[in-house]
């Protein structure tokens, strides 16, 4: 039997009922850290948030070397209503740990335990299971339907799923449903079709068991994955959208060395009526097209890829997908994506990027007893030299296989040096698997396939300057474009940036209002990119740099006839000249695939704006405030050529000389 001292098992539970705050469905993924002797691992967590989804500055992390994973593209849903966004972070934990997070109006408490104690048959630590985090699942009243709650594990253990216990503090509701039944050794869940209608969660705990128990049966980790029913009302159980045969099977399994990418279709076809979403919900840097659909009862698809970008996540990556129609949805489906292991660059290799290929060259004492002769790259056509001490290869960087890529600033070249798979499933014969890399600033790039601008933020932006001004409707820099007589009770935000550079757009995350000048207590005017309500409304303006919000005085709360303005703003700039960055309003319920970089998220304050019970503004409210102070959260900037990025962390071994 194994010590059980040191444990961590990440339980999630809600501190509020299920029609208030609830998430529409969580997980967390725990990760040993690699230094021995440790007491914390770390926790992927991905929470799905209801909307009104928070702004980025509302999301805290809690533990050391956190990380809130932002695109520019963020994964969101219509279904259920009004629709919900994909928060996901990843922190550094102790084996006990319990925190607590408020996303918007969702709150997320996390418990935990786990056992980081040696296995006794590989002897290493255990490696908990993966569960996949489902969009929100929707039945009808009269419809049976079954949900296959996609697990996996990299040890190859049983994965089992149960209830969360009350008494362990493994849930919060902790109900269950008489027309849920849950298969707990296959992991799946199935609705009878007697349901009330509403909205119901289910708290689930995933474990996993060794094979071999000896007649011990006890579960070697225990991790949270948190999903939301939704019951409608009657519908004709024949009128389910069902995927296509270009849709990838449930459990297929994309396995990817970096800088490979995965890009897949997933099509539905409604037997009547017309899909209105595809909602898939994957890893940070997955990205989705915008749904394609013609007429009523007509193919509706969307294009998904994701980029194995260097990243510090971990390596198994689900990626679930279904169908919605207004009342109905197509079954669950779930895709892995698992992030091969490469082998370090043997010992005195020396690897050479030139303008039109690579040269490298490895000792053959590196690497005893390697089969010479049968030395590939990604084109075998290609050949791979070798004589009594080195083995040798010339790669083209326009053929031989060779892949191209763009990660943050620069573009990355790979090949791949690797010995075939044994004719027999047990071999002596040592096997190798080389990724070789070249990696070139942007900037340095030639010809029209890759011209491009520098994309790295602080190349590109420098130190941009961002403030905001306070100016009565039909006066200002913009007069001519913001006069309206009959809207004598209101004050326009005006945002600035003064960047110089073509193309960049002002992007404003949030503003919020308060009466004081410490903000203890503030009033939303923006969120997610968005106006709040019908107090406040965007003016459009000719200038790509310049924000405008129109704020209706009889909404905002003063002191002493005082306000007090803060935003959180940042500029980006599309890498193609056809294309404009991505709109920062999630509520629009469209993806795409645009290509973009952009600065760190900056927050600006404005002085005492007096609005002097709702008359013209005085001088103060002309309060300009320049700033290029980072906030404290501040945004990754992620790049993507095509249709997927991601960059954290560069894991490859290589020399760039």
Not at 124 to 134: M, R, Y
């Amino acid at each position: 039997m194994w010590g059980w001292g040191a444990a961590v098992v990440l339980g999630l539970v809600l501190a509020t009922p299920a029609c208030e705050a609830s998430p529409l469905g969580a997980v967390v993924t725990l990760e040993p850290l690699d230094h021995g002797g440790t007491q914390e691992v770390m926790a992927h967590t991905s929470v799905l948030v209801p909307e009104p989804c928070p702004s980025r500055l509302e999301v805290a992390c809690e533990g050391t070397d956190c990380n809130t994973h932002v695109t520019s593209d963020p994964i969101s849903g219509q279904y259920p209503s009004p629709g919900w966004c994909l928060w996901q972070w990843q922190s550094v934990v102790p084996f006990r740990h319990t925190s607590r997070q408020i996303l918007g109006s969702t709150d997320v408490v996390l418990s935990s335990w786990a056992d980081l104690s040696v296995r006794p048959d590989n002897q290493k630590v255990n490696q908990p299971p993966t569960a996949a985090l489902l969009p929100p699942l929707r039945v009808s009243v009269n419809c049976f339907q079954k949900f296959n709650l996609s697990v996996k594990d990299l040890d190859g253990d049983r994965v089992r799923c149960r209830y969360g216990n009350a008494e362990r503090e493994e849930c919060q509701i902790c109900s269950r449903h008489e027309f849920l039944q849950l298969d707990e050794i296959s992991c799946v869940l199935v609705y009878n079709g007697l349901g009330e209608t509403g909205q119901y969660i289910v708290e689930l705990m995933v474990e996993d068991f060794l094979n071999d128990t000896n007649g011990e049966n006890r579960a070697l980790s225990s991790i949270p994955l948190q999903l939301s029913l939704t019951v409608g009302e009657a519908a004709s159980c024949q009128a389910l959208p069902k995927f296509t045969e270009r849709t990838p099977a449930g459990g297929a399994q994309f396995t990817v060395l970096p800088y490979d990418e995965v890009d897949f279709t997933v099509e539905a076809l409604p037997p009547s009526g017309r899909v209105s979403e595809i909602a898939i919900v994957g890893p940070p840097g997955l990205f989705a097209s915008a749904l394609e659909r013609g007429e009523p009862g007509s193919l509706a698809s969307v294009n998904t890829a994701w980029l194995r970008s260097p990243n510090e996540l971990p390596r198994l990556l689900p990626v679930c997908f279904t169908a919605n129609t207004q009342s109905l949805q197509s079954e669950i489906r779930c895709v892995w994506i698992k992030q091969k292991p490469v082998d370090s660059l043997p010992r005195g290799t020396v690897l050479l990027c030139g303008s039109a290929e690579m040269n490298f060259s490895f000792p053959i004492s590196a690497v005893p007893g390697l089969p010479l002769s049968d030395l590939r790259l990604n084109d075998p056509s290609c050949p791979v030299s070798h004589n009594d001490t080195h083995v040798t290869g010339r790669v083209s960087l326009a053929g031989c296989g060779t892949k191209a890529a763009h990660s943050g600033s620069e573009l990355v070249y790979t090949n791949t040096l690797r010995t075939p798979p044994p004719a027999q499933p047990i071999s002596r014969l040592p096997s190798l698997e080389l990724q070789l890399s070249c990696r070139f600033p942007a900037a340095r790039v030639q010809g029209p396939r890759y011209r491009m601008g520098p994309v790295d933020a602080e190349e590109t932006f420098g130190r941009p300057g961002f403030w905001m001004e306070f100016h009565r409707p039909g006066t200002g820099p913009f007069a001519s474009e913001t006069q309206d007589p009959l809207r004598r009770n209101a004050l326009d935000l005006h945002l600035f940036s003064d960047t110089r550079l073509a193309r960049a757009e002002l992007k404003v995350s949030s503003c919020v209002e308060s009466p004081t000048a410490d903000f203890k207590k503030t009033y939303p005017l923006v969120q997610g990119g968005c106006v709040t309500g019908s107090s406040v409304q965007k003016k459009d303006t000719r200038r790509d740099t310049v924000k405008i919000y129109r704020i209706d005085l009889n909404s905002v709360v003063t002191q002493k006839n005082t306000m007090y303005v803060e935003c959180a703003v940042l500029l980006c700039i599309a890498v193609l000249p056809s294309q404009k960055c991505p709109d920062e309003c999630r509520s629009s319920g469209t993806r795409s695939l645009v290509s973009s970089v952009s600065t760190h998220t900056h927050r600006i304050r404005s002085g005492a704006v007096y609005v002097g019970d709702g008359k013209a503004p005085t001088t103060a409210a002309k309060t300009t405030t320049k700033t290029t102070t980072k906030s404290r959260a501040p945004e990754r900037s992620f790049l993507v050529t095509g249709v997927a990025l991601g960059v954290v962390r560069m894991l490859l071994q290589t020399l760039l000389l």
